[in-house]
């Protein structure tokens, strides 16, 4: 066998090819992606080290591999083999070397054609970011001076690969923090759901670098997944599409709360290809992460089919993350803002119906006897000049009237403030609302309370009452009640109240269906006054000519005991 001797080391500039390695060393420093960089650097330690073929592996911050050159069949199983162990190495976490002149290095002589195969780490300062293999031709051996000249190669290059893959994550990041600088814009100018998730799937797309991205609300009545907007991937065709939450990656994250990644999907045995088969979309790799709010997952966002090699990988399910809890936080918002702005409108109905209500108690009641009282004096002043001893029996009459009227005026004064109510409580403010309605209407109100444990806040006993009067009146007006029973009683932690009527009664379901048409909103008040302090109503009514009568119960969760000052007086029991 011949003898190896080491080659003696030239200059790459000094070569009649130098100034084609300077120019390359140029483009080497000018690349500006990790791809580009890659070529140049191994082009030029194939030219200054007048290698045949050569390989270059790298973690930034994947692993990239790129290959030039013929390579023999035995230095493929080599080279493939050494960097199976960079690449495991580099994965399990970081991997140093000591500072030396000369880099550790493995040199293998390859038996066809007597070709030596050269492999050297590449570094970033002492740690290991990849390796670089060379295929030379056979006769010499590096001396040392090139072996340190290598070196320098391999530290120089793994420098320029790791600032170039810092560069591209400081990039992504950028694109990133633009994204979420957008949506934060969105989130506090637009109040439009629809466009607002529309725009960040959008956006979700493209600074992932995927084909199609979508949203998913859970539909907790049919249990399953809803497609409430996409982008790509035939998105007009999946809108307001269901799948079953049981099926599919989504319907996993959506069951498990947990992200997902399948970079193979078609091998992934949760992959359900049914939404494919709808829309020709061919789905081959999928992230997904769970919406939540509170604590509770209410749907799924996922992107489709990333467009750059190696799938998506953990940074991206981040991202991702970030994205979903950005999307709750709108979702959320437009919800709030949704509620908030139904509240409004129904507390404004509400007004309007209450000031209807005073108008129209105002002119059939005290307006009406206002009249009555103003033609009794005229018809008084009449009297006294032609008929003097018949003017006292109208002034009898006259009495009564401007009586009846103060009744009529205190009852109304009473049901816009009871004073009574800040100064004494529920149950006197009620005992003296009864006696007026039996002095001033034709129907009689009977009134039974066991004594309450608690002494209630004002807003919440306010709007107990305001929930009695409002039935009160109710069957007033339709009802044509001969008798009404109001009715309080307590267990440990609800008070109930019931108001009943024996009057003709109503199709509680029939009126629910066309209620607002009527252009009447007192059982809406009613309902709605309830839920503001937590309570229940139940409504109940009977047109059978036996038992006739409505019932209106409301349930109130009373305070704990600690919350107001109690009262000595027992708990009695519910009256059902």
Do not use: C
Request: charged share 25%; proline share 4%; hydrophobic share 45%.
């Amino acid at each position: 066998m011949a003898e190896i001797k080491p080659r003696p080391y030239v200059s790459p500039s000094a070569t009649p090819g130098g100034s084609a390695a300077l120019d390359m060393v140029l483009e080497l420093v000018a690349a500006r992606d990790i791809n580009g960089l890659l070529k140049q650097a191994l082009a030029l330690l194939m030219h200054a080290f007048y290698a045949e073929a050569g390989s270059i592996l790298v973690q930034a911050p994947t692993p990239q591999r790129l290959r030039m050159g013929t390579f023999p069949a035995e230095a493929v199983s080599v080279v493939d083999g050494w960097e199976a162990v960079i690449e495991r190495r580099l994965l399990e976490g970081k991997w140093r070397v000591p500072l030396a002149d000369e880099l550790p290095s493995s040199l293998n002589r390859l038996p066809a054609d007597n070709l030596i195969l050269i492999n050297v780490p590449l570094l970033r300062d002492t740690r290991v970011v990849g390796s670089v293999s060379l295929i030379t031709p056979s006769g010499q051996l590096l001396d040392m001076t090139q072996r340190r000249m290598l070196g320098k190669f391999a530290r120089g290059v793994g420098q320029l690969v790791s600032l170039s893959a810092d560069l591209l994550l400081a990039r992504q990041r950028l694109n990133r923090l633009g994204l979420f600088y957008q949506m934060g814009q969105a989130l506090v100018t637009n109040f439009d759901l629809s466009e607002f998730l529309a725009n960040t799937m959008q956006l979700a797309a493209d600074v992932m670098d995927a084909g199609a991205a979508s949203l998913m609300f859970i539909d907790e009545e049919r249990g399953d997944l809803v497609f409430e907007v996409s982008h790509g991937g035939g998105a007009d065709i999946l809108r307001r599409q269901h799948i079953s939450i049981h099926e599919g990656i989504a319907g996993w994250v959506a069951r498990h709360g947990k992200p997902a990644i399948a970079n193979d999907a078609r091998a992934d045995p949760r992959f359900n290809p049914r939404v494919d088969v709808r829309t020709g979309f061919l789905t081959q790799s999928i992230a997904a992460v769970p919406l939540k709010i509170k604590g509770r997952t209410i749907g799924v966002l996922e992107v489709l089919n990333k467009f750059s090699g190696g799938g998506f990988d953990a940074e991206d399910l981040r991202l991702l993350t970030s994205i979903g809890a950005q999307a709750a936080i709108a979702i959320e918002n437009a919800r709030l803002y949704s509620s908030l702005r139904e509240e409004r409108d129904r507390i404004i109905k509400a007004q309007e119906e209450v000031r209807r209500e005073l108008a129209r108690n105002l002119h059939d009641g005290t307006v009406q006897m206002l009249s009555a009282i103003s033609m009794s004096v005229d018809h008084l002043q009449r009297l006294l000049s032609v008929k003097p001893e018949a003017a006292l029996s109208e002034l009898g009459a006259l009495r009564s009237l401007i009586h009846q009227a103060a009744r009529e005026a205190r009852v109304v004064l009473f049901e816009l403030r009871p004073i009574i109510l800040e100064t004494q409580g529920l149950v006197p403010t009620l005992e003296s609302y009864v006696r007026q309605l039996n002095e001033a209407e034709d129907f009689e109100v009977h009134f039974e309370s066991a004594a309450l444990p608690h002494q209630f806040d004002i807003r919440i006993a306010g709007t107990i009452f305001s929930i009695v009067q409002e039935a009160i009146n109710n069957a007033k007006r339709h009802a044509a009640a001969r008798n009404m029973w109001i009715r309080m009683a307590t267990t440990s932690d609800t008070l109930m109240v019931q108001v009943r009527d024996d009057g003709r009664g109503f199709d509680v379901a029939g009126v629910a269906r066309d209620y607002e048409r009527r252009g009447s909103f007192g059982l809406l008040n009613m309902r709605e006054r309830a839920r503001l302090i937590d309570g229940r109503l139940g409504i109940q009514s009977s047109t059978d000519a036996l038992k006739h009568g409505t019932a209106i119960t409301l349930r109130v969760p009373l305070p704990p005991l600690n919350d107001y000052n109690t009262r000595s007086t027992p708990v009695a029991g519910i009256y059902e």
